[in-house]
C-alpha cells in the first residue's frame, strides 16, 4: 500500500485570502476544504493546495517554494505582472544579476520563482514545474519510496522525483542546508488508498526512515510524521 500526495498544505495567516491569491497565479478553482480553503488542480499536477489558518510567524526562508514555468520571454512577464497585480511583490534572495528566473513572494512571504523560457529541466512539465525543497540525498530517496515515484534526478547529492502520470518534479537540492527555524510553513498531506490501513501506512513510512512527531496537534484524524530531514508532514484518514 502507497499513499499518493494529496495535498500541499500552507500555513496561513488570511487562508482565504492566501488562495484567492494563487488561485489567480495559477487559473485553479477554489473548493470547500474541512480545515481551511482549498484549490483543485486544473492541469496535471496531480495535487490540490490546502490553506489552513495558523498564526506561526515565517521565519527565514521556507523549505519549498514553486518554480513556474515559462513557454517565451513574454509569458514569463505576463505570470509576473499577474502575481505583482494579486499582490505578490519582489524580492531578493541572493540571486545573481545574470540570473534570468524572477524571485518573487505571495502575500504571506512564501518564495516562488518565475523560470525563464529554455530551462531544460523543467521542459516537460507543466505551468507548476517543480516544487524545489531545501534538503538532502537521503530525503530525495526517502520520499522516492514513500510515493513510490521514480527519481529522475540524482546526482552530486541532488535529487528529484515525479509521479509517473506527470506533474510538477519534487526536487532537493543537497547541501549546504538551510537551518530549520521552526515548524514549516508548508507540508505534504498523504492520504492513503481508500480501502488502505492509516496505521499500516504509518508503520511503513517509520521503516522506511519517518517519525512520529507532536507538533501539539492533540486528537486528530491525521497522523503528523516527520521526513529523515524533520520537515513534517501529514497522513490522512482514507476517505
Same mark, same amino acid.
Given at each position: 500500500?502507497? &499513499?499518493?500526495?494529496?495535498?500541499? &498544505?500552507?500555513d496561513a495567516h488570511d487562508p482565504a485570502g492566501l488562495a484567492r491569491f494563487w488561485g489567480g497565479v495559477l487559473g485553479w478553482d477554489l473548493h470547500d476544504d474541512p480545515h481551511g480553503v482549498g484549490l483543485v488542480p486544473s492541469d496535471d499536477t496531480g495535487f490540490r493546495l490546502?490553506?489552513?489558518?495558523?498564526?506561526?510567524?515565517? @521565519?527565514?526562508?521556507?523549505?519549498?517554494?514553486? +518554480? !513556474?514555468?515559462?513557454? &517565451?520571454?513574454?509569458?514569463?512577464?505576463?505570470?509576473?505582472? @499577474?502575481?505583482?497585480?494579486?499582490?505578490?511583490?519582489?524580492?531578493?534572495?541572493?540571486? !545573481?544579476?545574470?540570473?534570468?528566473?524572477?524571485?518573487?513572494?505571495?502575500?504571506?512571504?512564501? #518564495?516562488?520563482?518565475?523560470?525563464?523560457?529554455?530551462?531544460?529541466?523543467?521542459?516537460?512539465?507543466?505551468?507548476?514545474?517543480?516544487? &524545489?525543497?531545501?534538503?538532502?540525498?537521503?530525503?530525495?530517496?526517502?520520499?522516492?519510496?514513500?510515493?513510490?515515484?521514480?527519481?529522475?534526478?540524482?546526482? +552530486?547529492?541532488?535529487?528529484?522525483?515525479?509521479?509517473?502520470?506527470?506533474?510538477?518534479?519534487?526536487?532537493?537540492?543537497?547541501?549546504?542546508?538551510?537551518?530549520? !527555524?521552526?515548524?514549516?510553513?508548508?507540508?505534504?498531506? !498523504?492520504?492513503?488508498?481508500? +480501502?488502505?490501513?492509516?496505521?499500516?501506512? *504509518?508503520?511503513?513510512?517509520?521503516?522506511?526512515?519517518?517519525?512520529?512527531?507532536?507538533?501539539?496537534?492533540? #486528537?486528530?484524524?491525521?497522523? *503528523?510524521?516527520? +521526513?529523515?530531514?524533520?520537515? #513534517?508532514?501529514? *497522513?490522512?484518514?482514507?476517505?
Amino acid at each position: 500500500m502507497t &499513499s499518493r500526495l494529496f495535498a500541499l &498544505s500552507f500555513d496561513a495567516h488570511d487562508p482565504a485570502g492566501l488562495a484567492r491569491f494563487w488561485g489567480g497565479v495559477l487559473g485553479w478553482d477554489l473548493h470547500d476544504d474541512p480545515h481551511g480553503v482549498g484549490l483543485v488542480p486544473s492541469d496535471d499536477t496531480g495535487f490540490r493546495l490546502r490553506f489552513v489558518p495558523s498564526q506561526n510567524e515565517k @521565519r527565514g526562508p521556507n523549505q519549498m517554494h514553486f +518554480d !513556474l514555468t515559462s513557454q &517565451s520571454l513574454e509569458e514569463q512577464q505576463a505570470t509576473v505582472a @499577474r502575481a505583482l497585480e494579486l499582490g505578490g511583490r519582489h524580492i531578493d534572495i541572493g540571486q !545573481l544579476p545574470e540570473e534570468e528566473h524572477v524571485v518573487l513572494a505571495d502575500p504571506e512571504g512564501n #518564495e516562488f520563482c518565475v523560470i525563464e523560457p529554455g530551462n531544460n529541466f523543467l521542459a516537460d512539465c507543466g505551468f507548476i514545474g517543480a516544487v &524545489s525543497s531545501d534538503g538532502s540525498q537521503e530525503v530525495g530517496y526517502f520520499w522516492s519510496k514513500a510515493l513510490d515515484w521514480p527519481l529522475v534526478w540524482d546526482q +552530486d547529492q541532488e535529487t528529484a522525483i515525479r509521479s509517473p502520470h506527470g506533474g510538477p518534479k519534487i526536487t532537493w537540492g543537497g547541501p549546504p542546508f538551510n537551518p530549520k !527555524l521552526g515548524k514549516n510553513r508548508l507540508h505534504f498531506d !498523504l492520504a492513503p488508498p481508500a +480501502d488502505g490501513d492509516q496505521d499500516a501506512e *504509518v508503520e511503513r513510512l517509520i521503516g522506511l526512515g519517518a517519525t512520529r512527531l507532536d507538533i501539539g496537534q492533540g #486528537e486528530t484524524s491525521w497522523v *503528523v510524521m516527520a +521526513d529523515p530531514d524533520g520537515n #513534517e508532514f501529514c *497522513v490522512l484518514k482514507p476517505r
